[in-house]
């Protein structure tokens, strides 16, 4: 009978080389490049059918491409394997620690194959059959690794070079990097040398050993976080804390390139790593002329090419030997010799924070801009408003309500600050885009409500008061300033003769008594006691870019720069584009899950705002910052299901609040507006769409003039109320919609 082989595959890295089809979002092992599945799943395939022998087989993969994977996974018999969710990615070595960790601990010291997600080989059989070649060498205690003979001088392939050769199995001399031109052409004449696939077989004990040996750090880590680690039916997940302790590095570097007595066996398969369009023009079904055409092509005259269009028609006349791959928001041309340095273009659309690397155009991209705009204009103007102005209002004890039941019906809740100068903006913005409705007496009613009922002995505001106007909370909150400066700009934009006055009086409080005594940026709330967040900080600049607006004066300017300035410093983190939320007093993000949090919304919300005020100051760096806020939102913070932003993901992307609220969705529509024409791609079916899942999920659902406020993971309502503060954005998107649109759709 032959020996259990306990086989992973890992299925992590994003495969740049092959955008732009491949994305962070969608890499390319999910991608089926032959019309038989994807890669993952051909692999997956591969290793169930072994001849002979118990094959148990488990797949290392992101916990945030859990979906792809479960969908990937349905109706193979994985023979008592299952996933191993990654929460972030720390490279080979973690991988194949991981491998041995939970082969030791299940199996004992079983043989062990790991082989990657995104390899194209010929057949199972002779894959299996070179594999067993391999068993009494790894048997015996050594680790074996797989080679292909070379027919050119491939750079794109690390080498591996041998020495003497014992029955088949080759003794490894050294293992070498990917080499220039010139080096690959000497490997291919020596005859010595061989490519490596990256496949390995080892006896789980010896891994362990080496480990321990030549990377015990890397060994010891990766046990802490899979001691730690929790099972379901749907596979085990580490927790990130741990995960991310392990050095990150590949199992060549940390092992394979220190130890003694390694076998490799040559791969009696053919065997390509689908690493470039190369690649895939060498293994694809070709024409009588040499080319791979997929997708709605047209190719006249063309010769040994690979074309491949996604959607929208594309046609090629006289091309040869070339690549052109064309996806819904960008297309790649290059000679198929150069297509190894598709990564050029990836690293330079990085640095600008181009949104193209990091996720995949949605499927249900409205084409025609302007599409929405009689839904929107109708909704907000003849069901929303009209309800709102006049259920949404407290006629007996001032103000406005908290929130309306979904038949309509005022709800006794405490009111607000924040709540109160969010309903005065949007009845002010709404004069401002022509509304006919009372917007003054509306206005001077919230305005009257809070400054009889709400300020304080010092010149601020309460944080909240009861139904009566009474007050139930005195704090003074930066985020209700901020809100209330906000409401007042536009307040005097709409002509309210106190409005400019409340407006500097509100400032001279939030200078005495909330800024920072360091001057780096505000406090929470006056006392200065607590954490410090970023967002209090948005909303300000939000208020700060408002009244300039209102005023033309640049000291609001000068406001706003100070924001930006601890954007830059303190909450913008430039290795993975996410914005911090909690911080210590000296702007550190907080001790565990909340330092890691990130709310794709506020994303959405920064970008819009930083884009406003590169206009205002002419500080054009700052419009980078914000397409990489909407890049990883989209990429990293988005329900796949639903295409709703979560509530909070990591920073590795890992959903935290797995509840879509309405706000966050709005914004998006807001950032997507402010992106479109900065120099990215257009951004015109992104803004239908978002405009049309906030109809589909949030608002159609929703009684006339009212809200789904808070919607599940499945797209279930979870809602009980209308909450009256997502009153503002919703006015603010839907006003900036309307006014990008104008003259367009319906």
């Avoid at 309460?462 to 007042?488: F, K, M, Q, W």
């Avoid at 700052?622 to 990591?650: D, E, M, P, W």
């Avoid at 257009?682 to 789904?708: N, T």
Wanted: charged fraction near 25%.
């Amino acid at each position: 009978m032959s020996e259990r082989i306990v086989s992973f595959v890992m299925s992590g890295g994003v495969g740049s080389r092959l955008w732009p089809l491949s994305r962070e979002d969608n890499p390319k092992q999910f991608h089926d490049f032959s019309g038989d599945g994807s890669m993952l799943a051909k692999t997956l395939r591969r290793l169930a059918a072994r001849p002979a022998g118990e094959t148990p087989i488990f797949l290392i993969a992101a916990e945030r491409h859990a979906e792809r994977v479960h969908a990937d996974l349905a109706g193979l018999d994985l023979a008592g394997g299952g996933p191993l969710f990654e929460p972030t990615g720390r490279n080979t070595a973690a991988a194949v620690a991981l491998a041995t960790l939970r082969t030791l601990s299940e199996f004992g010291d079983s043989l062990v194959l790991v082989v990657p997600s995104d390899h194209e080989i010929s057949t199972a059989e002779q894959f299996w059959r070179s594999v067993e070649a391999g068993a009494v060498a790894a048997h015996a205690g050594r680790l074996v690794v797989f080679g292909i003979k070379p027919t050119q001088p491939e750079t794109g392939y690390g080498y591996i070079e041998v020495a003497a050769d014992r029955d088949g199995v080759f003794d490894v001399s050294r293992f070498v990097e990917k080499p220039d031109l010139a080096t690959a052409q000497t490997y291919l004449e020596a005859g010595t040398f061989y490519w490596n696939t990256g496949i390995f077989l080892f006896r789980a004990g010896a891994m362990r050993d080496a480990f321990a040996a030549f990377a015990p750090d890397i060994w010891q880590a990766t046990e802490a976080a899979y001691k730690a680690a929790t099972s379901d039916l749907s596979g085990l997940y580490m927790p990130l804390e741990l995960y991310s302790a392990i050095p990150s590095t590949s199992i060549d570097y940390a092992i394979m390139e220190r130890a003694k007595g390694i076998a490799m066996v040559p791969a009696g398969f053919r065997w390509n790593d689908l690493g470039s369009w190369q690649s895939l023009l060498d293994v694809g079904p070709s024409d009588n002329q040499g080319n791979v055409i997929v997708g709605d092509v047209v190719a006249i005259d063309c010769e040994n090419s690979y074309i491949r269009g996604e959607g929208r028609l594309l046609s090629a006349i006289g091309m040869k030997d070339v690549a052109i791959v064309s996806t819904a928001d960008a297309t790649f041309v290059a000679p198929v010799s150069h297509s190894q340095h598709v990564k050029k273009i990836v690293e330079q659309l990085e640095k600008s924070g181009r949104l193209e690397t990091r996720f995949t155009p949605a499927h249900d991209r409205v084409i025609e801009s302007g599409a929405w705009r009689q839904r929107v204009h109708h909704w907000l103007f003849d069901e929303t408003l009209p309800l709102w102005s006049t259920s949404g209002v407290d006629e007996r004890h001032g103000g406005f309500h908290e929130a309306l039941g979904f038949d309509g019906s005022r709800l006794m809740k405490p009111k607000r600050m924040r709540t109160q100068a969010r309903q005065v903006y949007a009845f002010a913005v709404a004069k401002e885009r022509g509304w006919t409705g009372p917007a003054d007496r509306l206005i001077a009613h919230g305005i009257d409500f809070m400054t009889g009922k709400g300020r304080t002995a010092r010149g601020g505001w309460v944080r909240t008061l009861n139904i009566d106007g009474s007050v139930a909370d005195p704090a003074e909150d930066a985020y209700d300033h901020s809100c209330v400066l906000l409401a007042l700009a536009h307040a005097h934009i709409s002509g309210h003769p106190d409005a400019l006055r409340l407006g500097e009086e509100t400032f001279a409080f939030l200078d005495a008594h909330l800024e920072d005594s360091r001057m780096t940026g505000f406090l929470e709330t006056s006392d200065g006691e607590g954490e410090r967040r970023s967002n209090p900080h948005m909303h300000l600049l939000e208020a700060f870019l408002a009244w300039h607006q209102a005023t033309g004066e640049r000291a609001y300017l000068r406001r706003a720069a100070q924001i930006i300035d601890l954007f830059r410093s303190h909450f913008f983190d430039p290795e993975s584009w996410t914005l911090g939320e909690h911080f210590d007093d000296g702007w550190k993000p907080v001790a565990g899950e909340k330092g890691s949090w990130t709310e794709p919304g506020h994303h959405f919300e920064w970008a819009s705002l930083l884009v406003d005020f590169a206009g205002r100051s002419g500080q054009t760096e700052l419009t980078a910052f914000a397409r990489k806020l909407y890049a990883s939102a989209v990429a990293n913070g988005l329900n796949r299901a639903t295409g709703l932003s979560y509530g909070a993901v990591s920073r590795q992307g890992l959903p935290l609040d797995r509840v879509s609220r309405s706000w966050p969705q709005a914004e998006a529509v807001k950032a997507a507006i402010a992106l479109d024409g900065t120099g990215g791609p257009d951004l015109k079916p992104e803004i239908e769409a978002r405009v049309g899942r906030l109809f589909r999920w949030h608002i159609d659902p929703a009684p006339l003039g009212l809200w789904i406020d808070r919607i599940d993971e499945r797209g279930r309502s979870l809602a009980t109320d209308v909450p009256a503060s997502i009153f503002y954005h919703l006015v603010c998107a839907l006003t900036q919609y309307l006014d990008g649109t104008a003259g367009e759709g319906g």
